[in-house]
Structures are given as C-alpha cells and as structure tokens.
Nanobody, 128 residues
C-alpha cells in the first residue's frame, strides 16, 4: 500500500521560507515522478515541482523557478520542497504525489489528481 505523508507546512510572512517534506512508503516503481502540487481555494490543482524517480531531472513551474527547489533522499524515501521568497499567491494546500507519468506531462494535465498516489496535503499560508 502506497502512503505519502507531508509535513512542514505553516504560516509565514512574505519573503520567508518553508521546507516541505514527504515521507513515502510502499512505492516500489523504478520510473515515474515524485512531485509537489498545490491547490488554492476555488482553483484547480497545479504542479509546482517534480523530480524523476531516478533523480536525474527536475521540473519546476515557471511561477516558482528560482524560488523553490525540489530534492530527494532515496535512503530516507523522502522528497523535499524548499520554498524561498514566498509570496501571498503561494498560499495553498500542498500535496505530495507519486505516479508513473513524466513530471512535465503530469503537470500539463487539467486534472492531475486523477493519476498517481497522493498524500493528504499540508497547508501553506503566506501573509503580506
């Protein structure tokens, strides 16, 4: 059984930083994408950053390039998202996900939550 458990969300002022972590268990696939998505109230779920299972490539949404960095620790089965220079528009529920798609393709899907495995989410609130 695949389980993804997020942690590290919280409230921060604009310009601050947060690190989200995702502890994965039961995911034994050797290919695909581990990613972070977010969903703000009234909006669809969007891809934020993803890393190929083998760690060779990463994908970041244009809105977070230069501010967010995804990384993985295979020994600990964790994927982290370091978020710097946070903006109020970054406020959302952040979800960790794992799936068999290429990260870029997954991000482009209109309803990415229909594929893969998902955690319960962790809330990020950025105040101005």
């Amino acid at each position: 059984q695949v389980q993804l458990v997020e942690s590290g969300g919280g409230s921060v002022q604009a310009g601050g930083s947060l690190r989200l972590s995702c502890q994965a268990s039961g995911y034994t696939y050797r290919s695909g994408c581990m990613g972070w998505f977010r969903q703000a109230p009234g909006k669809g779920r969007e891809g934020v950053a993803g890393i190929r299972i083998d760690g060779l490539t990463t994908t970041h949404a244009d809105s977070v390039v230069g501010r967010f960095t995804i990384s993985q620790d295979n020994a600990k089965n964790t994927v982290s998202l370091l978020m710097n220079s946070l903006k109020p528009e970054d406020s959302a529920m952040y979800y960790c996900a794992a799936g068999g798609l290429y990260c870029g393709s997954w991000f482009m899907q209109p309803n990415p939550e229909r594929a893969g495995y998902w955690g319960q989410g962790t809330q990020v609130i950025v105040s101005s």
